[in-house]
């Protein structure tokens, strides 16, 4: 029989750095894609700046966590999105695992529309991955997926500042509170700046929520979509 390290693909390591509280508030603070400073990290997780830089080294060496210096400032992110999937599918299942009359629903305009990494999630998220698909202006095959030749027209028309040129152009993500999968990838973080660009979307008072605009409800329009919210 192989060696029992042959049998160990390393996610223990990840498994290991995403599995305790501080840990876990700080890597949520940062899953709307933003980057931020030791300091606010540690007072988003409840802890002193001095505390707070053994976790933060913890997750940079588990790969989930980049950190790049300015100045006197270390700031930290989401690795990239494979890492904010890996997050977004660990919230799917807890909030699957948490059952009971003391289980709190998310936010309503959480479950409407919110960023997930650079991404679009939540109700809004899904209805544009499906009107997406259904219009083949990408298809999926099993989790990834490509921009069709209409796509890259729609989004020359949407004025979309998206290159084709990086593989994969998109993938699955679970969404967490719909249940079902919305789109992530070079791709979908394309349309969500488009979004944010032309104030098609903007921030809500919750963090990491959405609101759609007129302009937003225009842009959806024209792919086909009534939003109902």
Same mark, same amino acid.
């Given at each position: 029989?192989?060696?029992?390290?042959?049998?160990?693909?390393?996610?223990?390591?990840?498994?290991?750095? +995403?599995?305790?509280?501080?840990?876990?508030?700080?890597?949520?603070? !940062?899953?709307?894609?933003?980057?931020?400073?030791?300091?606010?990290?540690?007072?988003?997780? =409840?802890?002193?700046?001095? =505390?707070?830089?053994?976790?933060?080294?913890?997750?940079?060496?588990?790969?989930?966590?980049?950190?790049?210096?300015?100045?006197?400032?270390?700031?930290?992110?989401?690795?990239?999105? $494979?890492?904010? &999937?890996?997050?977004?599918? !660990?919230?799917? !299942?807890?909030?699957?695992?948490?059952?009971?009359?003391?289980?709190?629903?998310?936010?309503?305009?959480?479950? %409407?529309?919110? #960023?997930?990494?650079?991404?679009?999630?939540?109700? +809004? =998220?899904?209805?544009?991955? /499906?009107?997406?698909?259904?219009?083949? !202006?990408?298809?999926?095959?099993?989790?990834?997926?490509?921009?069709?030749?209409?796509?890259? &027209?729609?989004?020359?028309?949407?004025?979309?500042?998206?290159?084709?040129?990086? %593989?994969?152009?998109?993938?699955?993500? /679970? $969404?967490? #509170?719909?249940?079902?999968?919305?789109?992530?990838?070079?791709?979908? /973080?394309?349309?969500?700046?488009?979004?944010?660009?032309?104030? =098609?979307? &903007?921030?809500?008072?919750?963090?990491?929520?959405?609101?759609? #605009?007129?302009?937003?409800?225009?842009?959806?329009?024209?792919?086909?979509?009534?939003?109902?919210?």
């Amino acid at each position: 029989m192989g060696s029992s390290q042959a049998l160990q693909p390393g996610f223990s390591r990840i498994a290991e750095a +995403l599995g305790d509280p501080v840990r876990e508030a700080m890597v949520s603070a !940062l899953a709307d894609g933003k980057a931020l400073p030791a300091g606010e990290l540690a007072a988003v997780a =409840g802890i002193s700046p001095q =505390g707070a830089s053994a976790h933060l080294q913890k997750l940079v060496d588990a790969h989930v966590l980049s950190v790049w210096a300015q100045g006197r400032f270390r700031y930290y992110r989401i690795r990239d999105d $494979d890492v904010a &999937a890996l997050i977004e599918s !660990l919230v799917d !299942l807890a909030a699957k695992a948490t059952v009971g009359p003391r289980r709190a629903m998310p936010a309503e305009q959480l479950r %409407q529309s919110r #960023t997930c990494y650079h991404h679009l999630a939540g109700q +809004l =998220g899904v209805l544009l991955s /499906n009107a997406l698909i259904r219009r083949r !202006l990408v298809v999926i095959d099993g989790r990834d997926g490509r921009v069709t030749e209409q796509g890259l &027209a729609w989004c020359r028309a949407e004025a979309i500042d998206f290159d084709p040129a990086r %593989q994969p152009h998109l993938r699955l993500c /679970n $969404d967490w #509170t719909e249940r079902v999968p919305h789109l992530a990838g070079p791709f979908a /973080n394309a349309v969500l700046a488009r979004l944010v660009e032309m104030r =098609g979307v &903007a921030p809500h008072r919750i963090p990491r929520a959405l609101r759609i #605009t007129d302009r937003g409800r225009a842009f959806f329009d024209r792919l086909g979509v009534q939003v109902p919210f």
